[in-house]
């Protein structure tokens, strides 16, 4: 068992099972953290121990010996909160740093790749993105900017761990956009994108917001307006949110009765724009943006940078819709054989999987997440033949 926070917040916790399944722990009023279906008594810290109740079951856990340093380290004017966790004697051959997704929780406390692949032997170095956390800054998208950060990052943990045979990063959802960047500013070994995609900002919200229309049982009509949409607010977001508004205004208008549009959801930014009047739209886009990098094309990246890569995909991704994404990947493997590309069928944004059970809904990462990364990063074996692997689904 893996105990993390969640959200950022000191009491809320969050447990991964060696299953891969995951989910909330709230404290109750005689201490001890509950769950789906399950307990967690916390002994006093120095005993390291604690109780597990699942229904008749009492088990109790000793803590794993991973060793912990916490450091600060700066990047430009701003000072960054990072953490290091080793494996199990503290020698580990591959060291890998952790670059967050979109949120804006501290990934010091939040991120449960830390201890997953530490505790299968490879170090992994974490930090809370600038104005997360303990880290100084304001907040920012700017995938050129988090990539700075990141390279910085890299140094402290090369500082931290030196010696360490191969050094790479992992990056998860907004992340994948940063990691390959990351790599034209220092020398790495590998780099990881995780539930992330090879296309960029502008084509994931117009994918989202085909998947929604889709989802939602609407045909061909439906989507041609979808796209007359998103190009309408492509123009918005390009233009750092100064024009384009008459145009949104109109279609709004023109479309206001229409059933497909309420299928549309603010995890895009034509989601958020649907919400929002022009004024405010106008007013508060570029700050509610952070600077995002709506315009990037990862794909030159990807294929110029000298690590070796591996991107984790999920087939049932519906935050960032990966077919495009495997397409291009598929071409840029016909020019280098050292890309990499493992596909979790059932698995949705985050690498993760829900299934229904007569008792609810379980939550939990892919089957073999951890291990098929770990595995990667140590000796560049892949879960099955070619380079390119989907996972058979178990039905």
């Not at 191969?166 to 994948?176: A, D, E, N, P, T």
């Not at 917001?209 to 949409?229: H, K, P, S, T």
Request: hydrophobic letters at 40%; proline letters at 5%; one cysteine or more.
């Amino acid at each position: 068992m893996t105990i993390t926070g969640h959200a950022g917040h000191p009491r809320n916790l969050q447990y991964t099972l060696s299953t891969g399944a995951f989910g909330r722990l709230q404290e109750g009023a005689d201490g001890a953290y509950s769950g789906r279906g399950l307990t967690v008594a916390f002994e006093p810290c120095a005993a390291g121990r604690l109780v597990l109740t699942r229904g008749e079951t009492v088990q109790t856990g000793v803590r794993l010996p991973l060793a912990e340093r916490e450091t600060t380290f700066a990047s430009g004017d701003v000072t960054l909160r990072g953490k290091l966790v080793l494996p199990q004697g503290g020698r580990p051959k591959a060291l890998a740093v952790w670059i967050d997704g979109s949120n804006n929780d501290p990934s010091t406390d939040d991120t449960a790749w830390q201890y997953e692949l530490a505790r299968r032997g490879v170090a992994v170095f974490v930090y809370d993105k600038r104005g997360t956390g303990a880290s100084t800054g304001a907040l920012s998208a700017d995938f050129q900017v988090r990539a700075r950060d990141t390279a910085a990052a890299v140094a402290e943990a090369r500082r931290l761990l030196p010696g360490v045979r191969r050094v790479g990063v992992i990056g998860g959802s907004q992340g994948g956009w940063v990691a390959p960047l990351t790599a034209t500013l220092t020398p790495l070994d590998f780099v990881i994108p995780a539930f992330a995609m090879a296309e960029g900002p502008i084509a994931q919200d117009r994918l989202v917001v085909e998947d929604q229309v889709r989802q939602a049982g609407f045909g061909d009509d439906a989507l041609a307006q979808a796209r007359a949409l998103t190009a309408i607010t492509e123009r918005i977001v390009r233009s750092d949110f100064r024009e384009g508004y008459a145009a949104l205004d109109a279609f709004k208008a023109r479309h206001a009765s229409a059933p497909w549009l309420k299928a549309i959801q603010p995890r895009s930014y034509t989601g958020v724009l649907l919400t929002l009047s022009s004024a405010d739209a106008k007013a508060g886009g570029p700050a509610a943006s952070q600077g995002l990098s709506f315009a990037y094309e990862p794909r030159p990246v990807i294929e110029a940078i000298k690590a070796r890569q591996l991107w984790l995909l999920g087939g049932d991704d519906h935050q960032a819709p990966n077919a495009g994404t495997q397409a291009i990947l598929r071409q840029v493997q016909t020019r280098r054989k050292d890309l990499a590309v493992v596909v979790f069928p059932k698995a949705d944004h985050g690498l993760i999987q829900r299934t229904r059970t007569a008792d609810g809904t379980t939550t939990a990462y892919a089957a073999g997440l951890f291990d098929i990364a770990a595995v990667w990063i140590q000796t560049g074996r892949l879960p099955g033949p070619g380079n390119f692997v989907i996972l058979p689904t178990n039905d």
